[in-house]
């Protein structure tokens, strides 16, 4: 199998007015090694150094990072660089898929084996609210016995083409009632209000972290620190998995999609996050560069 090369450097700078005693974080800047993508190398630098540093697996499987610094400092920077090889995903034909239906009947009685730990994701988390209005936004994708691969790439392009990707339009805050609302927003608001679409229909969605591959304009060579976070979700289909979708980019996930991490939201993934004593007011900037390197042959 032919994977995809790629170098990752994600930096995340805070500058604080005034000094911060403490700060405790929690990271998850770790690609996930699964059957789709290998992590060949990473490592995470923190200046100053941490007084704590401790590695475990989340609820999910995810690999977080969990950190201490408790001496005075004015800033604080973390750098996290990967090598990842990324295959191709799994799409089944859309006709090989089951009703929709069949499916949400499925995930609501088997609870054995991976539909019980898909089960789960079919419940209300604290980003993503079970409500009748995502469920009729949804339902003209998911005509009766429509194949539910089919009803949700309809969805997928329905949500691209009707929501309009607005950098100012929301923040981490903003609820996912007001995106449907005023349909504006960016990845992880798309990506939550395509959950709350297919879990409000009873079918099992997860919401997934990682980076996405850009490409320059034609003729033009790519910037450094132009890449970004990106958020697509992934949806349970029985005897066949996890498959994953961009609403931001109405596509399936492409061998330019890498992988964190999955959760039932946002909060369970969030990249960096964490609790500060001192400091009056701080300034944040985040740079992301995803460079392909190369190919790699596996067996």
Same mark, same amino acid.
């Given at each position: 199998?032919?994977?995809?090369?790629?170098?990752?450097?994600?930096?995340?700078?805070?500058?604080?007015?005034?000094?911060?005693?403490?700060?405790?974080?929690?990271?998850?800047?770790?690609?996930?090694?699964?059957?789709?993508?290998?992590?060949?190398?990473?490592?995470?630098?923190?200046? $100053?150094?941490?007084? =704590?540093?401790?590695?475990?697996?989340?609820?999910?499987?995810?690999? /977080? *990072? #969990?950190? %201490?610094?408790?001496?005075?400092?004015?800033?604080?920077?973390?750098?996290?660089?990967?090598?990842?090889?990324?295959?191709?995903?799994?799409?089944?034909?859309?006709?090989?898929?089951?009703?929709?239906?069949?499916?949400?009947?499925?995930?609501?009685?088997?609870?054995?084996?991976?539909?019980?730990?898909?089960?789960?994701?079919?419940?209300?988390?604290?980003?993503?609210?079970?409500?009748?209005?995502?469920?009729?936004?949804?339902?003209?994708?998911?005509?009766?016995?429509?194949?539910?691969?089919?009803?949700?790439?309809?969805?997928?392009?329905?949500?691209?083409?009707?929501?309009?990707?607005?950098?100012?339009?929301?923040?981490?805050?903003? $609820?996912?009632?007001? =995106?449907?609302?005023?349909?504006?927003?960016?990845?992880?608001?798309? /990506? *939550? #209000?395509? %959950?709350?679409?297919?879990?409000?229909?009873?079918?099992?969605?997860?919401?997934?972290?990682?980076?996405?591959?850009?490409?320059?304009?034609?003729?033009?060579?790519?910037?450094?620190?132009?890449?970004?976070?990106?958020?697509?979700?992934?949806?349970?289909?029985?005897?066949?998995?996890?498959?994953?979708?961009?609403?931001?980019?109405?596509?399936?996930?492409?061998?330019?999609?890498?992988?964190?991490?999955?959760?039932?939201?946002?909060?369970?993934?969030?990249?960096?996050?964490?609790?500060?004593?001192?400091?009056?007011?701080?300034?944040?900037?985040?740079?992301?560069?995803?460079?392909?390197?190369?190919?790699?042959?596996?067996?």
């Amino acid at each position: 199998m032919r994977k995809i090369l790629y170098d990752i450097e994600h930096v995340t700078s805070h500058d604080y007015v005034g000094f911060v005693s403490v700060s405790h974080l929690l990271m998850h800047l770790t690609p996930r090694n699964d059957e789709r993508q290998r992590v060949l190398s990473h490592g995470i630098l923190v200046d $100053p150094a941490p007084s =704590v540093a401790e590695t475990h697996q989340d609820y999910f499987g995810n690999t /977080a *990072h #969990f950190l %201490t610094v408790d001496h005075d400092h004015s800033h604080l920077r973390i750098t996290s660089r990967s090598r990842v090889a990324v295959g191709p995903a799994f799409v089944p034909d859309p006709s090989e898929t089951p009703p929709w239906e069949t499916v949400r009947a499925r995930c609501r009685s088997d609870h054995s084996g991976r539909s019980l730990e898909a089960h789960e994701f079919t419940y209300a988390s604290p980003l993503v609210p079970i409500s009748s209005e995502f469920a009729d936004y949804a339902k003209p994708s998911f005509e009766k016995e429509r194949p539910v691969l089919d009803s949700v790439m309809d969805l997928t392009r329905r949500i691209n083409s009707e929501f309009k990707f607005d950098l100012t339009a929301t923040t981490v805050s903003t $609820p996912v009632s007001e =995106v449907i609302r005023h349909r504006r927003g960016v990845c992880p608001d798309f /990506a *939550h #209000f395509q %959950t709350a679409c297919l879990r409000a229909l009873g079918i099992p969605a997860r919401y997934v972290s990682g980076y996405l591959e850009t490409e320059p304009p034609p003729g033009q060579a790519k910037l450094r620190g132009v890449d970004a976070s990106h958020a697509w979700i992934s949806f349970f289909c029985p005897g066949m998995g996890w498959i994953d979708v961009d609403p931001t980019n109405n596509c399936f996930a492409s061998m330019r999609h890498i992988r964190i991490g999955w959760g039932r939201d946002y909060s369970d993934i969030c990249p960096i996050r964490g609790v500060l004593v001192g400091g009056r007011d701080q300034r944040m900037h985040v740079s992301v560069d995803v460079m392909s390197s190369g190919t790699l042959e596996e067996s």
